[in-house]
């Protein structure tokens, strides 16, 4: 692909359109615009007619004549870019975050317990639902218990889950409710922790998790499901994104975000993964889209194993801080391979969250079983199945064969390793860094790197992701020894990873993701120039500006361009 640039018919191009142009038609100029087209130079204008990109390319003399009722756009030195979108995130999730106790930033197990003293005395009546607290740097060096939640909110049922979403940790009157006591056997695919007593700690991993029973009348949304997605999104549309993916998306509210999008309340695309109980329904009816692509509905989402920092994801080899597990796998082989043939079958794209070694080589293994048990020619899709492993974290090197000969879509997020430095080194060892967080070793071979963010396991902000996508530090500069800094990427990549490369994975990449004529306009623009600024500048990065479809989505009040 590459730019369209038109400059000799510009001026007849403006002055073919009739005078009662649609709204959504404009023209943006006043600061750098990257296409996202490789080797193309950076443009001056472009223009949008009926939410189409219709020109990119050089500011023409004194800039034309625009036609009555179009919007001019001066992006005042900002920086514009193809529309960002989240290749991997929860929608419903960073709604909740906005409505519940968010604990993300925690500094210590003292200020967590602060933060839910003061809740509890805010909000006397009813459960206590968080999230996002990580002990990996804590003063205190350990997990939240039950007996820590019952000191700061005493007789509540409260439910704080750990920031990847893999564990929980839960007041006494939820484990009384849920009937788990010292002599309560954990869950395949889950881990009850018990102290040397022998008697539940409050903290379930995994599986373990749906042991936990709620009280009469009690439901896990903050608010009414409209809401909560209604929050998610003007946060995703503040922050510059244009699109998510909505992993794990509950297939019950699959006909909500519908309406949603119908009723013109989804100021962003989503592209949704849905939870396994959906998936015989999806694969019956087959891909759904609504509201001009606004809404899709193509895929569904399993789950291989569990998550490092809850020592849930599964290796070939023990944990180097704990020899005694090697982490906990999700499905099996017997409960997979059916699943992934018939959405072969159906035309719908398998995303499969896989984090350890063992665990992605287990997905890529029945992966292949089920495409060679269903030939292409039984296959809507043909060859062009774009199946992706979600996370893919943890990899042997001699395993990135599998993303290149299937081929395998590997969906990653950034921010994820300028996180997990801290503690995947204790984890791991030194030996299993060779691959992880291989960003670079996967795009050298050719494969697709999807960017993402997992919020709310993250914050969700784009600024971030490409930051840690290109300096793989933490937001402090540090990188710690040893964690393969050559597996950072330019920035040209980070950008494909954040637009290009997600419009490919939900098969839009033929109207979505670059900045050229006849694509959907779907634009970011950023406060600081992504592609130039200082990398250390790069985290303090703010949308200025979000539009999809031609439409303008945010605004920020005052976009000023930063020197």
């Keep these: 692909m590459r730019a369209t640039i038109l400059p000799c018919a510009l001026a007849a191009l403006l002055l073919a359109v009739p005078g009662g142009a649609l709204a959504q038609d404009m023209l943006i100029e006043g600061g750098p615009i990257y296409t996202g087209v490789p080797g193309a130079p950076v443009a001056e204008m472009v223009i949008v007619e009926d939410g189409r990109i219709t020109y990119v390319g050089p500011r023409r003399g004194q800039g034309p004549i625009v036609p009555l009722g179009w919007q001019v756009i001066d992006l005042k030195g900002a920086a514009l870019f193809p529309g960002f979108t989240d ?63 019952d000191a700061a909110a005493p007789g509540r049922f409260v439910m704080l889950s750990r920031a990847d979403g893999h564990a929980a940790v839960v007041s006494t009157p939820v484990l009384a409710l849920s009937g788990i006591d010292a ?48 929050a998610g999104f003007a946060v995703y549309a503040r922050y510059g994104w244009t699109g998510i993916h909505f992993m794990s998306a509950p297939w019950g509210d699959v006909p909500l975000l519908e309406a949603m999008a119908e009723a013109g309340e989804a100021p962003i695309r989503v592209y949704n993964s849905v939870t396994p109980d959906g998936a015989a329904a999806l694969f019956a009816s087959g891909p759904r889209s609504v509201a001009d692509g606004r809404v899709v509905t193509r895929a569904v989402k399993m789950y291989a194993d569990g998550a490092l920092g809850s020592r849930g994801a599964a290796l070939f080899a023990p944990y180097s801080d704990r020899p005694d597990t090697t982490g906990l796998m999700q499905m099996t082989r017997e409960e997979a391979v059916p699943v992934y043939e018939a959405a072969l079958r159906s035309g719908i794209q398998v995303a499969t969250h896989a984090i350890g070694d063992r665990g992605n080589a287990s997905v890529a293994e029945w992966y292949a079983e089920a495409l060679e048990a269903v030939p292409a020619s039984e296959r809507p899709n043909g060859e062009d199945v774009r199946w992706r492993i979600e996370h893919a974290q943890i990899l042997r090197p001699e395993d990135y064969r599998w993303f290149v000969d299937l081929p395998i879509i590997a969906s990653m997020q950034p921010s994820h390793a300028i996180g997990d430095l801290h503690f995947a080194p204790a984890r791991l060892g030194d030996a299993r860094l060779d691959g992880a967080y291989a960003w670079h070793s996967l795009v050298d071979l050719g494969v697709i790197v999807v960017g993402g963010s997992d919020a709310p396991v993250e914050r969700g902000d784009p600024a971030i992701e490409f930051y840690a996508a290109v300096a793989r530090r933490d937001l402090s500069g540090f990188q710690g020894p040893d964690w393969r800094p050559d597996e950072a990427v330019d920035r040209m990549t980070a950008l494909h990873m954040f637009t290009l490369w997600p419009a490919y994975a939900s098969f839009r990449e033929e109207e979505l993701g670059t900045i050229e004529v006849g694509k959907r306009a779907d634009f970011t623009a950023f406060d600081i120039d992504l592609m130039t600024a200082p990398e250390a500048e790069l985290p303090n990065a703010k949308a200025v500006l979000t539009i999809v479809d031609g439409e303008v989505v945010y605004r920020a009040e005052e976009a000023t361009s930063r020197p």
């Design 87 to 149: 290749g991997h995130a929860h929608l419903d999730g960073i709604g909740a975050r906005e409505m519940t106790l968010n604990l993300e930033g925690s500094a210590s197990v003292a200020e967590a317990m602060a933060r839910l003293e003061a809740w509890a005395v805010a909000h006397p009546e009813g459960p206590i639902i968080g999230r996002g607290w990580i002990e990996t740097h804590w003063p205190e060096g350990r997990f939240l218990t039950a007996a820590d939640l």
């Design 183 to 230: 002599e309560t056997v954990a869950p395949a695919g889950g881990e009850i922790l018990k102290g040397p007593d022998g008697q539940p700690t409050g903290l379930l991993v995994d599986a373990a998790m749906g042991l936990l029973r709620a009280p009469e009348g009690y439901s896990d949304s903050p608010a009414a499901p409209r809401e909560v997605y209604r």
